[in-house]
């Protein structure tokens, strides 16, 4: 199956297939990518529900959107986006009047185009400013907050966010050692500071995570989004969401279980009294994963989980 958006893409979609076959696009249905990036889910979506399927597109990055735009051009009114934050579906939807949706997918985590883009400072790869974040409007940077921030907060989200063993050492250093202005400045201190690599993996992998999803309160926006998705789903709708680490597949793991049961009283109580009814079903309890063709293809997708759920 290719995907004729897909022609002059600035990268590959992560599990495309698996998202054509989850979502399972029909004419007229209505889908939200809610994370649309540079359209690659969404073009594959409209391809798959011509002649009538509509789609809207969501993402606070202006420079996704004005690629995803002239990519998609040819759905003409089919297609439309807006530059916001998935949080905001509910609004979105009414604006739109669009009273449920067909099918929603969320590919979590940062873009291969934001990684690649060193003016956005998501890498240390390729040296750029501390920003790391997704929308400009946001209000605060990764600069911001290492160069501002309390030593004991500054290792509370490197353990949170990014499960960071050295996390005190390394907000201490960071303390001792600003202002931090670029990426490769504070990755390399961090290296040296940690005395040298851990095997594959540089030092400050784990606290440019949590300094991202810090950024961008990642973890609390995944937590606003799912309710309002399941909701927002006709009955026979399918949810489709990619994570990309532990703490987000955790989160998503854990609604799916609990909205798909229809009981969520402790164990020790043996009656009912939550009244809590399921609302939704598990296509599979276990994540989708990609296979090692699309893995060589694209080194991303080693650590992409996908969970899809389907509306009662």
């Not at 991202?212 to 009955?235: C, F, G, K, S, T």
């Amino acid at each position: 199956m290719t995907n004729p958006a897909e022609e002059n893409a600035p990268h590959d979609p992560v599990l495309y297939h698996e998202i054509i076959l989850a979502l399972r696009p029909k004419s007229p249905g209505r889908y939200v990518d809610a994370t649309l990036g540079a359209g690659g889910h969404a073009g594959g979506i409209l391809e798959a529900s011509s002649p009538d399927g509509c789609l809207l597109g969501m993402d606070l990055d202006p420079q996704a959107l004005a690629i995803a735009r002239q990519r998609l051009a040819r759905y003409g009114s089919r297609f439309s986006a807006v530059q916001r934050s998935y949080v905001h579906l509910r609004e979105a939807l009414a604006e739109l009047g669009w009273q449920g949706v067909d099918g929603i997918v969320v590919d979590l985590g940062v873009s291969s185009m934001q990684i690649d883009t060193p003016q956005r400072g998501f890498s240390f790869q390729s040296d750029g400013p501390l920003d790391m974040r997704f929308g400009p409007e946001q209000p605060r940077s990764a600069a911001q907050i290492v160069n501002q921030w309390a030593e004991a907060d500054l290792a509370d989200i490197l353990w949170r966010y990014g499960e960071e063993r050295s996390a005190r050492r390394i907000a201490r250093l960071m303390v001792q050692q600003r202002p931090f202005e670029t990426t490769r400045q504070l990755a390399e201190a961090i290296a040296r500071g940690s005395g040298g690599p851990r095997g594959k993996i540089h030092p400050a992998t784990r606290t440019f995570q949590a300094l991202r999803i810090a950024v961008n309160d990642e973890l609390r926006a995944v937590e606003e989004l799912l309710p309002q998705a399941v909701e927002a789903l006709n009955p026979g709708g399918r949810l489709a969401v990619i994570s990309f680490h532990s703490l987000e597949d955790r989160i998503v793991k854990q609604y799916f279980h609990r909205e798909s049961r229809d009981c969520v009283c402790p164990p020790e109580r043996l009656i009912c009294t939550c009244g809590h009814r399921a609302v939704i079903d598990e296509i599979s309890r276990r994540p989708l994963t990609a296979g090692e063709v699309e893995i060589q293809r694209n080194s991303r997708a080693r650590s992409a989980k996908l969970r899809v759920v389907e509306k009662r």
